[in-house]
């Protein structure tokens, strides 16, 4: 299964595309629904749970990460339209990359009151993990494109 990691062996972020939830579905809507499995090891904590996203939050990822390896300044981010997880890459200007974020497993809001991670990495990440970050990226898109057009 295709997947993007941030960080390192020790403290990351992990995120596995399994398959599409409505493989059927060609419009953007439905189509574009990716059930996933959300692996955290942050510090003490580590926890793993399941997580819907969308096709379209790949690609905006990708191309904020690949802007910010250009031009070795700004920031990336993964968000999505439900609440599963976001995460923050900043690069400062020695090239290392800050990351923050917060993982919330699917009806932790709802049943648990804001129950979660909020989360920065110990350590700064260099700036030479993004090329593979990006890869990663384009090998999820690539197992899972967009399908339709939002406008339809």
């Given at each position: 299964?295709?997947?993007?990691?941030?960080g390192s062996g020790?403290?990351?972020?992990?995120?596995?595309?399994?398959?599409?939830?409505?493989?059927?579905?060609?419009?953007?809507?439905?189509?574009?629904?990716?059930?996933?499995?959300?692996?955290?090891?942050?510090?003490?904590?580590?926890?793993?749970?399941?997580?819907?996203?969308?096709?379209?939050?790949?690609?905006?990822?990708?191309?904020?990460?690949?802007?910010?390896?250009?031009?070795?300044?700004?920031?990336?981010?993964?968000?999505?339209?439900?609440?599963?997880?976001?995460?923050?890459?900043?690069?400062?200007?020695?090239?290392?990359?800050?990351?923050?974020?917060?993982?919330?497993?699917?009806?932790?809001?709802?049943?648990?009151?804001?129950?979660?991670?909020?989360?920065?990495?110990?350590?700064?990440?260099?700036?030479?993990?993004?090329?593979?970050?990006?890869?990663?990226?384009?090998?999820?898109?690539?197992?899972?494109?967009?399908?339709?057009?939002?406008?339809?």
């Amino acid at each position: 299964m295709p997947e993007f990691v941030v960080g390192s062996g020790v403290e990351h972020i992990r995120v596995e595309v399994l398959r599409r939830e409505w493989p059927a579905a060609d419009d953007y809507w439905d189509g574009n629904w990716l059930a996933s499995r959300v692996a955290v090891r942050i510090g003490p904590w580590i926890g793993a749970y399941d997580a819907m996203f969308r096709a379209e939050d790949f690609v905006r990822f990708r191309e904020s990460v690949e802007a910010m390896h250009r031009d070795l300044d700004g920031s990336a981010r993964f968000f999505t339209m439900e609440p599963f997880l976001s995460i923050d890459l900043k690069i400062d200007a020695h090239g290392r990359v800050s990351v923050e974020g917060d993982a919330k497993p699917e009806g932790a809001g709802r049943v648990f009151g804001e129950v979660g991670l909020d989360f920065q990495l110990s350590d700064f990440i260099d700036q030479s993990f993004l090329p593979a970050l990006i890869a990663q990226l384009r090998e999820i898109e690539s197992a899972f494109p967009v399908k339709g057009d939002p406008s339809s």
